[in-house]
């Protein structure tokens, strides 16, 4: 065992595992990075959480904290220090049917959420793949497959658990602490780890799903008639657009509408035929789980390498789609990803939370894959950033203080430090990528 860890507490025997344990392999990474931590502490509860914490400060090792490991930064793991892993708490219960209240612990995966929640009728808007955590999600934003109908996931947060960084279990609510719970929801990662978040989800069986092709013309015009198609969408039809380089530059659709009425959901997506040369459609009605299922689980090892960055867009102007466009094509491309926002999106007030962006329209997401991705990511957003109009923490490889900015601009930025202050004056949980 290594000597800055001789002392394990009793609390943590078997649930702390280093590197000369077999377990070690499957836990050390995150999904796009290969950590090299000195320990992984397998927490069961907020106890565990606490004494993790006390642990580190004893040995004088740096925090990293992980609810399901797809943090885009690799801010889950670290080389040398102690990685507080939330996995083994990932409990799902309905505390109250007729309200829809849910209580689920940090360490689920939105599939075993939307799993969870099926047999009561129930869905929590969450990301698009269901290996993601609810740690990372609920404290971050959460962008779904639901986000013109539901709204993001933070914004039906009602309650906290959260261990602070100075291992004080607390439960925060709008009554009880509603400094803490607005920090939670949005900038979460700085403030305290979350054991457990109540929130109220949507009455939801099954949803209409359509797959939809299309050829991009050059000049970019038919991601402006996406756009203007959804800002005249009803709240049930969500949208994400993928651009992809074929023989013609081709944007692949997923259109999620919340319904089960096969007429609704042919007048959610009719307009979207209209956008541009159809290749491809296929629409069938699915079951929500269908969208976050138990396939996309699996074991983080590092297997996607890659820089991430984004910003959310208010107007498609002609500029910008034409921007899109020849980043998606450049001979050094970038992977274009386009998320719809609006409907429930904009609903609430930007100051009632720390994510405040209410009004942009269009979440854009561009990747760029090893070798050179960070210098082929740079190069692209050079001509993309200037059309941005703030943007969402999670989808962010790289965090820095204009992150920081772009993500909380203005008081939201100032109220953010001084709650991140407030709760963690030693900036122990102070997000960092892994150096
Ligand atoms: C394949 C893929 C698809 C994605 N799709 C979407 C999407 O559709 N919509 C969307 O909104 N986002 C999406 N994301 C981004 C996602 O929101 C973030 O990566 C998120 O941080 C992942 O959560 P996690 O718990 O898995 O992360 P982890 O890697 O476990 O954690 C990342 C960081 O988040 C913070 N954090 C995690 N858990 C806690 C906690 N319990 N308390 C306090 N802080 C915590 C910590 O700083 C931690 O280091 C996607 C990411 C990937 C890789």
Redesign the pocket.
């Known amino acids: 065992m290594n000597s800055s860890l001789s002392t394990v507490p009793p609390g943590l025997a078997g649930k702390v595992v280093m590197s000369d344990d077999r377990r070690y392999r499957l836990l050390r990474s995150?999904?796009?990075t290969v950590g090299h931590p000195t320990a992984i502490v397998l927490s069961h509860s907020a106890d565990d959480v606490a004494a993790a914490l006390r642990l580190a400060r004893e040995a004088g090792l740096r925090v990293?904290?992980?609810?399901?490991?797809?943090?885009?930064?690799?801010?889950?793991t670290n080389d040398g220090g102690l990685v507080i892993d939330?996995s083994a708490m990932h409990r799902v219960d309905v505390l109250d049917r007729s309200s829809r209240l849910v209580r689920v612990e940090?360490?689920a995966?939105w599939a075993q959420v939307a799993q969870a929640l099926a047999p009561h009728g129930l869905a929590i808007s969450?990301?698009?793949?269901g290996?993601?955590?609810?740690?990372?999600?609920?404290?971050?934003?959460?962008?779904?497959?639901l986000v013109r109908q539901y709204g993001?996931?933070v914004d039906h947060i009602r309650a906290v658990e959260?261990v602070l960084a100075d291992g004080t279990a607390v439960r925060a609510d709008a009554a009880t602490d509603p400094d803490l719970l607005w920090v939670?929801r949005g900038a979460?990662?700085?403030?305290?780890?979350?054991?457990a978040f109540e929130i109220e989800a949507t009455e939801l069986r099954d949803v209409g799903l359509a797959q939809l092709a299309v050829a991009v013309e050059p000049d970019g015009e038919t991601l402006r008639r996406w756009a203007a198609v959804m800002a005249q969408a009803p709240r049930e039809l969500s949208t994400?657009v993928t651009l992809s380089q074929q023989d013609v530059t081709t944007a692949f659709i997923t259109a999620v509408v919340a319904t089960d009425s096969p007429a609704l959901i042919r007048d959610a997506v009719a307009p979207l035929l209209g956008i541009g040369d159809m290749l491809a459609v296929r629409a069938h009605v699915v079951p929500y789980t269908e969208l976050v299922p138990s396939a996309h689980l699996h074991a983080n090892s590092g297997q996607?390498p890659s820089s991430t960055t984004n910003g959310l867009f208010t107007d498609m102007t002609p500029d910008a789609a034409r921007a899109l466009l020849a980043a998606s094509t450049a001979p050094d491309p970038v992977l274009i990803q386009l998320?719809s926002l609006g409907g429930a999106s904009h609903d609430p007030d930007p100051s009632s939370m720390a994510f405040a962006h209410r009004h942009q329209n269009t979440l854009v997401v561009a990747s760029a894959f090893p070798p050179n991705d960070r210098a082929t990511l740079a190069d692209a957003w050079l001509s993309l950033g200037p059309y941005t109009d703030g943007a969402?923490v999670?989808?962010e490889s790289a965090p820095n203080e204009n992150t920081f900015a772009r993500a909380y601009p203005g008081p939201t930025g100032t109220r953010v430090t001084d709650l991140w202050n407030r709760y963690d004056p030693d900036g122990v949980?102070r997000?960092q990528p892994p150096v």
């Not at 969450?126 to 793949?129: A, L, R, V």
């Not at 290996?131 to 497959?145: D, E, K, Q, R």
């Not at 979460?188 to 054991?195: F, L, Q, S, T």
């Open positions: 995150t999904y796009t990293a904290v992980r609810s399901g490991g797809h943090g885009l930064s690799g801010s889950g939330l940090a360490g995966r969450s990301g698009d793949h290996n993601v955590g609810v740690g990372g999600i609920a404290t971050g934003g959460g962008v779904g497959w993001l996931t959260v939670m979460g990662a700085g403030a305290g780890i979350a054991v994400a996607m998320r969402y999670n989808f949980l997000p």
